[in-house]
Each structure stands twice: as structure tokens, then as C-alpha cells.
């Protein structure tokens, strides 16, 4: 005969069971917010923006993204703020610009944004102009602002540059802070061994100084992904990592995939990827998503994307999924 006490626990196990699974669900399955993208394209950034990173304080959203000019190249990084995560008022210049060095002469993107409690912190791609500058692959920058508008760039810049693992490309820096220490998840690959991008990772406990994992720590396998993996946005929740990423076809087209891990460094895709694609036919995000940035809120969480149609004069704008989270 089983004790109450047993049957208490059995049920207990089982809610447990039934709240995960239904959390990954909500975790891998989207709405659309609307039929048009969430922010206007600044004058500033007439080619269109792309790249979302928001950050939520529990009372107001912040977004930093990344602006092209007209030839479609990197223009600086823009800022905009909510007060509900979908209607936005952005600043009318970029709050960041490339400077005049050897390693983010030609431009630089946003990467992520995290608040310490004290101040804001970007980790940023540079990219040089110069050939040898050991940056024509890209780099790592950091910045820190008390109110997200006033950046000031580390001294010491950049704080990442390719090695082995990433000599070929280094982009799409994405840091969170776990505890005490900073664990950054970036697109790579190198000239030996790994021809597309993949995910790499770093770990940190400063910010600043990083050790990179000898190998990739997520690579594409599957036909909606094997040209790239990239831009990877990651939550923790307490016990599990969880990864939304960006896949290219082999013929360009960009989907959304998610992914989860113990560690940040072993992941398994969920068996529903990809997670959500491009629009419908006629649609502003018809020929493709990604560069996505995922937000917790309410109960549920929000998912910020580029989105681009399927003319190649078509710009690239922000729009908005829904997800509940259980």
C-alpha cells in the first residue's frame, strides 16, 4: 500500500514534469505581433536595421540595433526605447559609431548588452579596414554607459580577436552573467577545419578578459542550417541554458532555431526546429528571419528579429514574436 506521502511526491514529480514540458513548448512556439515591422527605419540608417538586442528592467524595454547605410554596410548602432516591448520611440542618431583604428576602421554592430546593477555593458563586432591589422575577420569591442545613450569604449580594445578556433570570422557576441562570471556565445569559423560559421563560446570574469572553448560548441547539420550558424541569444533560467540561433540554407534563407544546454557548452536542438521562418508569400519578412534577441516578460517572453523580403532591393527591419512561456 503507497502512503499519502508517496502519492504527494509521485504528484509532485509529475507537475514538475508537466511545467517543463509545457515551458519548452511555449519556448518554441511563436505568434507574430502585428503584420508590419515594430520600428521605423532612421534616417540615418537609410539601407534599413537589423540585429535587435533589448533589455528589460521591469519597467522599461531598451534596444540597441544596427544600422545600414545605403550601399547596405554597418553604420553605427541605434537605440530606442518602450514602455510594453512593441510600441517604440528611437533616438534620431546612432548612440555608437566606428572609430578611426586599425580594428573597427570599417564598422562596427552590435553584439549585446547586459545591466550590471551599476551601469550598462556592449560587447560589440569591429571590423578593420586594414589588411595584417589581424581584425579583417572581425573583433570584439566593449563599452560601458550609466544610461544606454553615453558609451564609453574600453581603453584597451578589443578584448577578443581571432585565434584558431575563430580565425576566420569572429561576429555576433552574445554575453550574459551568470553569478560572477560573463559567458559569451559568438558566431565563428576558421580557416582550417570549420568552412561555415558556427557557435563558439568564451568564458569570462571580468568582461573583459576571455577563454575561448577549443572547438565549436554548436554546428549545423540539418538542411535548414547547414550553410551558417549564427547570432545566438541565450537565456539561463536557473538550471537550463537556453539558445535561439540563426540557420542559412544553403541557398541564403534564414530560419530560427532553439536549443538547450546544461553547461552553455554541450547543446541539444530541439527536434522542432526550425523554430519559425519567413513570412508568407508578399509578406514584409518573406525572404527570411533571424538575428533574433529573446526577452522574458509577463509570464512569457518576447522575441525581437530582422526580418527582410525577397526583392534584393528589400531593406532589413525589426519585428516582433509572442511567446507564452508555460
Not at 159 to 180: H, L, R
Not at 240 to 268: K, R
Request: glycine fraction near 14%; hydrophobic fraction near 35%; charged fraction near 10%.
Amino acid at each position: 500500500m503507497i502512503s499519502v506521502s508517496k502519492y504527494a511526491f509521485v504528484l509532485i514529480l509529475i507537475s514538475l514534469v508537466l511545467v517543463n514540458v509545457t515551458a519548452a513548448m511555449g519556448q518554441t512556439r511563436w505568434t507574430r505581433f502585428g503584420s508590419a515591422p515594430i520600428l521605423p527605419t532612421p534616417s540615418w540608417a537609410p539601407g534599413g536595421i537589423f540585429r535587435p538586442r533589448a533589455v528589460y528592467d521591469g519597467k522599461t524595454f531598451r534596444m540597441w540595433f544596427s544600422g545600414l547605410d545605403s550601399n547596405g554596410n554597418p553604420s553605427g548602432i541605434g537605440y530606442a526605447t518602450s514602455t510594453d516591448g512593441m510600441k517604440w520611440v528611437e533616438n534620431t542618431q546612432p548612440v555608437m559609431t566606428a572609430a578611426g583604428t586599425d580594428w573597427e576602421g570599417n564598422y562596427i554592430s552590435v553584439g549585446s548588452v547586459i545591466w550590471t546593477g551599476s551601469e550598462f555593458m556592449m560587447w560589440y563586432r569591429g571590423v578593420g579596414g586594414r589588411a595584417g591589422s589581424g581584425q579583417a575577420s572581425g573583433g570584439v569591442g566593449l563599452a560601458t554607459s550609466p544610461d544606454g545613450v553615453t558609451w564609453t569604449k574600453y581603453f584597451a580594445n578589443p578584448v577578443m580577436i581571432p585565434t584558431v578556433v575563430d580565425s576566420a570570422f569572429i561576429s555576433n557576441p552574445y554575453v550574459i552573467q551568470v553569478g560572477s562570471s560573463y559567458k559569451m556565445w559568438y558566431a565563428c569559423s576558421s580557416s582550417s577545419g570549420l568552412s561555415t560559421t558556427a557557435i563558439c563560446y568564451a568564458a569570462s570574469t571580468d568582461g573583459i578578459n576571455w577563454v575561448k572553448q577549443s572547438s565549436a560548441v554548436l554546428v549545423g547539420s540539418l538542411p535548414w542550417e547547414v550553410g551558417d550558424l549564427y547570432s545566438p541569444s541565450v537565456i539561463y533560467n536557473g538550471t537550463t541554458y537556453e539558445m535561439w540561433y540563426t540557420g542559412d540554407n544553403q541557398t541564403g534563407s534564414s530560419q530560427i532555431g532553439y536549443a538547450t544546454s546544461n553547461d552553455g557548452i554541450a547543446w541539444t536542438p530541439s527536434s522542432n526546429n526550425p523554430i519559425f521562418g519567413a513570412g508568407p508569400a508578399g509578406a514584409w519578412d518573406a525572404g527570411g528571419v533571424g538575428n533574433q534577441c529573446v526577452v522574458q516578460f509577463g509570464g512569457g517572453f518576447l522575441l525581437y528579429y530582422t526580418g527582410y523580403g525577397t526583392s534584393k532591393t528589400s531593406l532589413d527591419y525589426i519585428g516582433l514574436l509572442q511567446s507564452s512561456g508555460g
